[in-house]
T-cell receptor, first 113, second 109 residues
Framework: DTGVSQDPRHKITKRGQNVTFRCDPI?????LYWYRQTLGQGPEFLTY????????KSRLLSDRFSAERPKGSFSTLEIQRTEQGDSAMYLC???????????FGQGTRLTVV | QKEVEQNSGPLSVPEGAIASLNCTYS??????FFWYRQYSGKSPELIMS????GDKEDGRFTAQLNKASQYVSLLIRDSQPSDSATYLC?????????FGKGTRLSVIA
C-alpha cells in the first residue's frame, strides 16, 4: 500500500500561467476527491470522481479549474490563468466507497507570484 | 449550507492530561464522522472514524458521537507533546467530507 501520491509537492508560478497537478489514489479506491486548504481553514471541497465520472463540483471551482480522471485511476487538476488568490495547498484524497474513510496525499502547495 | 463547527483554540493542556476536542454539525442526516490530525505544513492524517452513537476507543484516542445533539468529540488521554497539532472534524451524509476549521492543540511539557 503506497498511499495517495501527489505531484508536484510544491509549485511556484507567475500570475496568469497554467498549472497542472497529479494525484495517484490508493489502487483499489474508486472515489477520488480534490480539496483546497488555506492557512487557518479546514479543507474545502472542490470536486470528486467515482471511477472516471466526475460526480460533483463545488461552486468554488470556477471555470478556470478543470479536473479529469480519464481511466478511473490517476487524476489531474488544472488551473488556467492563475491568480494570487489561487495560492493554497491542494489536497487529493481517495476512499473505497461512499461514507468510508478518506485518506489524503501529501498535498501540492501552490504559490502564485 | 452544511456546516461543521469547531473551536479554533488554541487548546493548551499539560503533558499527561486529557485533551477534549469538540465538534458540532448542522446536517442532521449525517452518517459518518471522522477526526483528522494535521501537523503544521502537512496534510491531514485520519486518526478516528465513528458511525454510530456512543464511544469508540483506539489506544489513547476515544471518539464520542451523539447524533441527537449533533455533537462529536475526541478525547486524547495521556497527552504528549507530539500530539500538538490541529485536529479537524469531518462529517458526511452522502456527499464528500465537510470539514470544520480545526482546533489547534498545544501539549505543554
Amino acid at each position: 500500500d503506497t498511499g495517495v501520491s501527489q505531484d508536484p509537492r510544491h509549485k511556484i508560478t507567475k500570475r496568469g500561467q497554467n498549472v497542472t497537478f497529479r494525484c495517484d489514489p490508493i489502487s483499489e479506491h474508486n472515489r477520488l476527491y480534490w480539496y483546497r486548504q488555506t492557512l487557518g481553514q479546514g479543507p474545502e471541497f472542490l470536486t470528486y470522481f467515482q471511477n472516471e465520472a466526475q460526480l460533483e463540483k463545488s461552486r468554488l471551482l470556477s471555470d478556470r479549474f478543470s479536473a479529469e480522471r480519464p481511466k478511473g485511476s490517476f487524476s489531474t487538476l488544472e488551473i488556467q490563468r492563475t491568480e494570487q488568490g489561487d495560492s493554497a495547498m491542494y489536497l487529493c484524497a481517495s476512499s473505497l466507497q461512499q461514507y468510508t474513510e478518506a485518506f489524503f496525499g501529501q498535498g501540492t502547495r501552490l504559490t502564485v507570484v | 449550507q452544511k456546516e461543521v463547527e469547531q473551536n479554533s483554540g488554541p487548546l493548551s493542556v499539560p503533558e499527561g492530561a486529557i485533551a477534549s476536542l469538540n465538534c458540532t454539525y448542522s446536517d442532521r442526516g449525517s452518517q459518518s464522522f471522522f477526526w483528522y490530525r494535521q501537523y503544521s505544513g502537512k496534510s491531514p492524517e485520519l486518526i478516528m472514524s465513528i458511525y454510530s452513537n456512543g464511544d469508540k476507543e483506539d489506544g489513547r484516542f476515544t471518539a464520542q458521537l451523539n447524533k441527537a445533539s449533533q455533537y462529536v468529540s475526541l478525547l486524547i488521554r495521556d497527552s504528549q507533546p507530539s500530539d500538538s497539532a490541529t485536529y479537524l472534524c469531518a462529517v458526511t451524509r452522502n456527499t464528500p467530507l465537510v470539514f470544520g476549521k480545526g482546533t489547534r492543540l498545544s501539549v505543554i511539557a
